[in-house]
Structure formats: C-alpha cells, structure tokens
C-alpha cells in the first residue's frame, strides 16, 4: 500500500476516533491541516498514555496538550470547581489560576472555599497566602497564615512557614523576619530556605552570618547526592553567586 493512501487511512481512523472517544474537536483540525505530525501527536497525547499509564507518559501528555489546547486545564478546573464545591476543587482551580497570573482570581477562589465546615481549612489558606504573596500583599499573606496558626496550631508546612518570614520580611518587619528565617532554615528539607536567609541577613548588614550560612549550603551540597544536587540546582547556583559576592 502506497505511503499516502497509508497515510490518508490512519488520518481518517485517527479522526473517527477523535469523534467515537468525544475528544476535543480541535484534534480534527490538526490532523486534517498536520496529517503526519497531527497524527502522531494525536496518539502520543491521546493514545499512547491511556495504554501504558507510565509518569513519562502522562507528563509528555500534558506538554502536548498544553500547546494544543492551553485552556484545557484551567476549563476542567473551573467545571470541576461548579459541578464540586469541594476543598479540593478549589485548591485545583486557584492554583491553576495563580499558575496564569491570574492571582485576583486564584485568591477570590481561595476566599469563596473559605467558609463552613472549611472555614479555616489549612489547604485553602496556603494557596490563599501564595496568591496573596505573588500578587504584593504581604500584609494579607501574614494575615492568612496568621489564621492558619491560630486555628490549626498542629499543622505543619515548611513552605508556608518559609511564606510567613517573607511576608514578614516584605512588610518590613525584620526582628520577627529573622527569627522565622532563623527557624525555617534549620529544618527546611532544600537549600531554598537557607539561601534566602542568607540574602537576608546580607540585606540586613550581617553578612558573615550570610557568608556562614550560604558555605553550610554549598559544604551540604558537595556530600550530597546526584539526584539531590540536580534537584536544588537552582538553589545551589544561587547560593554560589552569592558566595562569590562576599
């Protein structure tokens, strides 16, 4: 069988199963306008993850989707979010609006879970504080994880404490800031929450502690594995630039 007329079969299957499988419409253009490429990145997308399910597979999957279709994610959210008035449903729809930009959105989404049983729910309060922070409204984010304390003293999150000396940090505060980053940087699990009190206490005039501090980065760093060091690349390059600058 010629190339083409091969070619022309699998296109048209490949169409019928986008049909049949109720998969977005915008597949038909792309594989009537892309035969080969269109086709391929049909069953890469569509196909090939629903049989083998594997992490790569999946996350090819969604590369591919998100140049196909960008607001795919963020429509599944906001319909999940309408259908579900759940914790989990709003934690998925304001984090994918934070992940746009769209912080005015995230944080009004964050606010409206906020209420009931899940008045002061743990999980809604750190995307809160996150969009709050990203959006410049340190005093909100204080103010958030200020009721996540008080209302779930047991509850424990590194990321949100490393939150909590930022916005105390961009509020001005530093006595408190100091005493958080101090705290945090101990237990931290990455070398984030050092290097950012090392900038701070740099910013602060103390920069032997600085330099103290970003040398414990880079000696964990040396003794640490492979894997670990790729993983705090970002963190660890940093940590070196601001070493270089003692």
């Known amino acids: 069988m010629p190339i ?51 992490r790569g597979a999946r996350a090819a999957a969604r590369g591919m989707r998100s140049v196909i279709d960008p607001n795919r994610e963020l429509r599944d959210a906001a319909a999940r979010a309408a259908l579900t008035d759940t914790v989990a449903s709003k934690v998925r729809l304001g984090a994918e609006l934070s992940r746009r930009g769209d912080y005015a959105g995230a944080i009004q989404t964050y606010q409206s879970g906020l209420k009931g049983l899940y008045e002061h729910d743990p999980t809604l309060l750190i995307g809160l504080a996150e969009a709050q922070f990203a959006s410049g409204d340190a005093a909100g984010t204080r103010a958030s994880l200020d009721s996540l304390i008080a209302h779930s003293p047991d509850f424990k999150s590194p990321d949100a404490h490393l939150l909590y000396a930022r916005a105390l940090e961009a509020e001005g505060n530093a006595a408190k800031a100091e005493s958080e980053y101090e705290a945090i940087a101990a237990y931290f699990p990455g070398a984030e929450a050092k290097v950012r009190y090392a900038q701070f206490l740099r910013k602060i005039g103390k920069r032997a502690e600085a330099t103290a501090t970003l040398d414990d980065v880079l000696k964990i760093a040396e003794l640490a594995p492979r894997h670990v060091r790729r993983a705090q690349a970002e963190w660890i390059s940093l940590a070196k630039q601001e070493r270089a600058r003692a």
Not at 6 to 21: C, E, N, R, W, Y
């Open 4 to 54: 083409v007329l091969l070619s022309l079969f699998i296109q048209v299957g490949l169409i019928i199963h986008v049909i049949k499988t109720g998969r977005n419409q915008l597949w038909i253009l792309v594989l009537a306008l892309l035969p080969g490429a269109g086709s391929l990145a049909y069953l890469l997308v569509e196909v090939l993850p629903g049989l083998f399910g594997t």
